[in-house]
């Protein structure tokens, strides 16, 4: 079983860059396929942002963040990443990191441990 920590969220404007961390603990990361998800005030359910293999060659991006959003994952320091920029508005939501023993996947079903989430709020 592995705890998760998410950090990094907060306040920003249209255009600026955030970076959102995930601490790790219980177990090794490098056990997991890992993702960033969100949900939206909207809505109901956890959208797929990233997702990055056990070993970091393996990664996916959302259409609405490929170019603007980084994920990386230093399975040493038990930490996973996203570094944010270009900000929009529609990116605000509380923003989760998950873990999968599972093959890498973009489904936020197969993810098995979740973290409380970060809210990440972008203003126009």
């Known amino acids: 079983q592995v705890q998760l920590v998410e950090s990094g969220g907060g306040l920003v404007q249209a255009g600026d860059s955030l970076s959102l961390s995930c601490a790790a603990s219980?177990?090794?990361?490098?056990?997991?396929?890992m993702g960033w998800f969100r949900r939206k005030a909207s809505e109901k359910e956890r959208e797929f942002v990233s997702?990055?293999?056990?070993?970091?060659?393996?990664?996916n991006y959302a259409d609405s963040v490929r170019g603007r959003f980084r994920i990386s994952r230093d399975n040493a320091k038990n930490t996973l990443s996203m570094e944010m920029n270009m900000l929009k508005p529609e990116d605000t939501a509380v923003y989760y990191c998950?873990?999968?023993?599972?093959?890498?996947?973009?489904?936020?079903?197969?993810?098995?441990?979740w973290g409380r989430g970060t809210q990440v709020t972008v203003s126009s």
């Open positions: 998950a873990a999968s023993v599972h093959s890498l996947t973009t489904a936020p079903e197969m993810y098995d441990w």
């Open positions: 997702t990055i293999s056990w070993n970091g060659e393996i990664i």
């Open positions: 219980g177990d090794s990361l490098s056990h997991y396929a």
